[in-house]
């Protein structure tokens, strides 16, 4: 029978002898002579007790069959002691949830305390990037301002930008009839600022120039300026980029080279891209729901937050160190504290909310010490999903870019 | 070769034999003496002209290889003559894209001028409801409330409303361990108010009410209150209703009587519910998303406005009827505006707005009307997704709730 104290004043330890060796073996605590938090050096010489973290002890109490005596020798109880530590931690029962699914998939999650920064650009993907070369073009699109669209009817032209640059949509979608090639509103700015396209107004029948179209489309439509950005980016960099409707996603995105058509079969995305604006707050279900459908159709997930600053970043606190399992031998074994971590774990739950700092910030604090962020989120029943994200190089971008997986620990 | 007229102050006609005879045959224009939109019946007597609406000519331009004649008898192309139209009609290449969609799959479809009120409750729903007979409940749940959760300690309790009510999670999701019942935020309201559970702050350890809960929980999260009511609506009725977290949705919903295991085997839900405030403006592409995730999954996607007071009701413009096909003999023959329409068309891009206001308003009136209400969305690519709006009757119940499905013509 496990036994654990409480004292309002020290904290939550463990002093029995039979108590303290199950808990070194399963990693539950921390050795110290001295509450956890006073100033003694966590590497002093182990005085007799494990001092035990509130999710550790909440979790013994509710699965290990632990007792917790409280002051006066009374037994406490899961409420009565989270309720004595809410007021410090207010999310305490989002952050033990976390904790409790972790360590039930027989895994290890530790309150960060030290860790060295990390030795290398560990999990970073990079994508190829090929120079985009576009044409002078010589023709006028008509800009249909409301319905943010433009035409351009000239069919030669019309066929050379979809069928080379797989830009705009020439006739029907996935069908070889109709000669008007419609651009979408990135599209129209992207040609007219590079290919020097003229568009002109449906409406006024006057020029208008690629910053007048954004302006306009971006009082229509929010974060119309973050979207083209990120277009820009990839576009530039010779990758295709259609609209990611059908997927729930801003875009799909094509590799350098791509066309509509390649042997008589259109082909398939494998990407797509979301754009998450850094001043946006999203409710995690709703962020959540556009990374679900686009595992659902088996396409890799990639977030980009775009105007990323310097002074932009925040410290904004992650929850625990997550280690998960090795191989040894023929045998997968869990990982300890001894060996080096593998995620930042951040605990949410599907009503809380998001915002592109925030998760910018989260993964640079990741990735500067080297580790994977690892988003473990509460639904209302208490069930948890995970996501980790994955640093994106996309070369020659200013922006940061990461790919975004499912995950079953 | 077909051959339309423009004239700015007229408008769009036809008036060569062979030219009317196709028209007519396929269901383009309107036979009138006079333009449309002047004085004259629309049922005089045909005087030797087809008049047509812009998205005809359009249409007729780029799929039926029509030659227009302007002023000057100078031909016009596609953009010459939209931009004619462009002022008055602003999201004029939107609602044409639609139209040209539904042309192209052979059916027909027409502006609304008059039609009848429907005739009967096309389509309409009926879901069975049944009295919820709740326990007067002598246990004390704790609310942690910035996690939005409450913990009930009680084993007895715990297990009656998980077992009898699927009210809360008892110990791990789909699993038999651990003993707390964890209830979310608006569980905990509504067994506050409907089963005199006493709720205890773990901040300040005294009781708060259910009023207090719903305030605190909507400072924080928007739409709380709307999405309490949605919730309560259901439950009182006797559905159960849990998080629908993994299928993108506030709600996945569970016929009267369900329970969390019958047989040994966890029963799975087939509808999926989602709250769209009236207030609440939604790009067109994240409302579609949810449908999409509901989809994907093969679950029904049911939609609640609440709160629609008689006086938040407004016009908002349809596009179009939309006929479709029925059985003649053996084969499908398509409509033609001599049958009833079917839909009530409403075209829509995805990077537009919709609000819940202008939804319910359009479900109304095509309810008014006995017809179904399709939504035809253009993607930046000009393809259209079709959704199918369906009332659904809850008895009882002040709200209006509606099926989505998706549909392909």
Redesign the interface.
């Known amino acids: 029978m496990l036994e654990i104290r409480f004292d309002p004043k020290k904290g939550i330890w463990c002093e029995d002898e039979e108590s303290l060796e199950k808990l070194e073996k399963n990693h539950f605590g921390e050795k110290r002579e001295t509450p956890l938090g006073s100033n003694v050096k966590a590497d002093k010489p182990f005085g007799g007790k494990i001092w035990l973290e509130i999710e550790e002890a909440l979790f013994l109490i ?2 290990q069959n632990a007792s917790c005596i409280g002051p006066g020798k009374k037994e406490m ?3 009565e002691l ?2 004595a530590y ?2 410090k931690e ?5 952050r033990y ?1 976390a904790y409790r699914d972790w360590r ?1 998939r027989g895994l290890i999650a530790k309150r960060m305390k030290t860790i060295k920064k990390g030795q290398g650009k560990k999990g970073w993907k990079r994508y190829p990037a090929k120079d985009l070369k576009l044409p002078k073009l010589k023709a006028t699109a ?1 800009w ?6 433009s ?1 351009i ?1 000239d069919e030669s032209v019309g066929k050379k930008l979809f069928e080379e640059h797989w830009i705009g ?1 020439l006739g ?3 069908q070889d ?4 090639l ?1 651009l ?3 599209e129209a700015i992207f040609l007219a600022k590079h290919a020097k396209l003229k568009v002109v107004s ?2 006024t ?1 006057k020029e208008i120039n690629a910053d007048q179209i954004l302006d306009f ?1 971006t009082e ?3 974060y ?1 300026k973050q979207l083209y950005e990120i277009y820009e980016d990839w576009r530039l960099k010779g990758f295709v980029l ?2 990611g ?2 997927f ?1 996603s ?1 875009f799909r995105i094509y590799f350098p080279g791509a066309k509509p058509i390649v042997d008589d079969k259109w082909i398939h995305s494998r990407h797509v891209l979301h754009v998450f604006p850094k001043d946006q707050k999203m ?1 995690i ?2 962020w ?3 990374v ?2 686009a595992h ?2 088996k396409k890799t997930f990639l977030l980009g937050i775009p105007e990323m600053k310097q002074e932009d970043y925040v410290d904004y606190p992650e929850d625990f160190l997550a280690y998960r399992r090795k191989k040894e031998g023929n045998n997968w074994i869990r990982e300890t504290p001894d060996d080096r971590p593998r995620y930042l774990l951040v605990s949410v ?4 909310h998001i915002g592109g700092i925030e998760l910018a910030s989260l993964l640079k604090k990741a990735q500067t010490l080297g580790l994977e962020l690892l988003l473990s ?1 509460s ?5 948890i ?1 995970y996501y980790v994200l994955k640093r994106v190089v996309l070369p020659g971008s200013g922006y940061e870019y990461y790919e975004i997986e499912w995950m079953k620990p």
């Open positions: 509710n699965f109880g899961f409420n989270a309720s809410v007021e207010p999310r305490l029962f989002v949830n039930d008509v249909y301002p409301d319905s943010l669209f035409v009817e949509q029907i979608y996935k009839r109709g000669k008007l419609k979408e509103f990135m449906a409406e029948g489309v229509k439509r929010e119309a259609k609209t409707f059908k729930g801003h409710l279900s709703e959540s729901r556009a679900r459908v659902g159709v739950s599907e009503d809380e989120i639904d209302r029943e208490t069930a999903t």
